[in-house]
């Protein structure tokens, strides 16, 4: 009787909390999104922001519990802040292709200037956008602020022109993971095909865990964005489309890296449905892709043998962040400094490793840094060589999805845990 008590009272805890934090955004905002659009510009040394326009979404498909980001998560940081109160009152942190962009040999020669936006609910009073991005300490620093008035008449309405469709419906946007598609490379007579590979995607992602076993918390909604010409942009072949995402392979002159700098484009597509995560599927067989956390996911829809693979990897980028646990075919440089500790939930340099959820998961008595053991493969340790690099960077498993596409079809621990952590965050 005692423990039925106690989970009686833990459970009106909850509920009373939760009660709580929707009485919070029912105070400061309505049930649409605002969405702040700006430039994100600089060299390897220097990044500065630059407004470009306010935008009303119909849809916000956000928690409207989980209003504060407390996950560590993410080189880049925005705030709302009510301006009569001074309280923070909702924040979300990400990652950017320009920061990636930031790491490569051409970032020392030439500045850039990439499209951004960051999306929050739409507040009912003025409010502050603050944007931070961390320094070479890793603490986030804050390098932009600005007013925003809710009933400025030069705020953009949102106008369709797209169809819609649902993949996979599980529930109130609210609580749930809402996933759109997006097509690129796909003509108007390619549409069948298109709705075919979403189903593949739907299919392939909920066949691997923890996204099984999750699957009623996630819901899937394309939208139907046909682009003029078939197929994908690779420059090193002298291929090029007119597509609706302007997705191209050879990104930062790596091959395999298809990416999209134009994300307020991707932004106006996935608008005409609620959603968190946006993932493009790409109308090609190149194995090729990208995910960048709270920004968007790209990968191959037609790949032979690994499409399904791709997608969760991917996602894991996507999703939290995850780190590439391999080493090597990328053109970045220091992307992860040896004597800073990535924020990364599965990468670690051993510079503040006992923070981590990751060391309290290791068996008693594991040897830090652990000898790979070609016997036991799956045993949970601190590997040498991820991040890109064979030194100094560690991940938890010899081998992982976020590792091996070829013969592995597993999350580690590490990860596990840190995505079913950030789905409970999200569903609140």
């Not at 005692?2 to 909850?14: C, N």
């Not at 979403?198 to 964005?225: D, L, M």
């Not at 996911?297 to 043998?305: E, K, L, V």
Request: proline fraction near 6%; glycine fraction near 6%; hydrophobic fraction near 35%.
């Amino acid at each position: 009787m005692t423990h039925f008590k106690s989970l009686f009272l833990s459970l009106l805890l909850l509920t009373t909390c939760i009660q709580a934090a929707q009485a919070q955004f029912d105070r400061y905002f309505l049930d649409k999104t605002m969405r702040f659009d700006f430039y994100h510009c600089g060299d390897a040394q220097h990044q500065e922001y630059f407004f470009d326009e306010l935008k009303e979404e119909p849809y916000w498909a956000g928690s409207k519990v989980s209003l504060i980001d407390n996950t560590g998560y993410g080189n880049q940081l925005f705030k709302i802040i009510d301006k009569a109160s001074g309280k923070e009152i909702y924040s979300r942190s990400y990652c950017t292709l320009f920061n990636e962009w930031q790491t490569t040999p051409e970032a020392s020669k030439i500045r850039k200037a990439m499209p951004e936006s960051v999306v929050f609910p739409f507040p009912k009073n003025n409010v502050r956008i603050e944007i931070y991005a961390r320094n070479r300490k890793n603490v986030f620093e804050k390098k932009f602020e600005q007013e925003i008035s809710p009933d400025s008449y030069f705020i953009k309405k949102f106008t369709p022109q797209y169809e819609t469709f649902e993949v996979a419906y599980n529930g109130n946007p609210a609580t749930r993971v809402d996933i759109v598609l997006i097509p690129e490379g796909y003509t108007e007579n390619e549409k069948e095909k298109f709705t075919a590979a979403c189903q593949v995607f739907a299919e392939e992602f909920f066949s691997y865990s923890p996204f099984k076993e999750n699957a009623t918390r996630f819901n899937i909604r394309a939208v139907w964005a046909p682009s003029m010409e078939s197929g994908v942009t690779i420059p090193g072949e002298h291929i090029w489309r007119n597509t609706t995402a302007q997705a191209q392979y050879y990104t930062f002159d790596s091959e395999r890296y298809q990416m999209i700098e134009d994300f307020q484009g991707l932004r106006d597509i996935a608008a005409h449905v609620p959603y968190d995560h946006i993932y493009v599927l790409s109308n090609t067989q190149k194995y090729g892709g990208g995910g960048i956390y709270n920004f968007y996911g790209i990968s191959a829809a037609h790949h032979p043998n690994r499409t399904g693979k791709i997608y969760v990897h991917e996602f894991g980028h996507v999703f939290l962040g995850l780190g590439d646990e391999y080493m090597g075919n990328v053109s970045y440089n220091d992307m992860y400094p040896l004597d800073v500790e990535p924020w990364e939930a599965n990468l670690t340099t051993l510079t503040d490793f006992d923070k981590k959820e990751w060391k309290k998961m290791l068996a008693p008595k594991t040897p830090v840094p652990t000898p790979i053991n070609k016997k036991t493969p799956h045993q949970l340790g601190v590997y040498e060589g991820g991040g890109y690099v064979t030194k100094g960077v560690y991940r938890p498993w010899p081998n992982c999805l976020m590792n091996n596409l070829h013969t592995i079809d597993i999350f580690c621990p590490v990860c596990s845990k840190a995505i079913q952590g950030q789905i409970d965050f999200l569903c609140k």
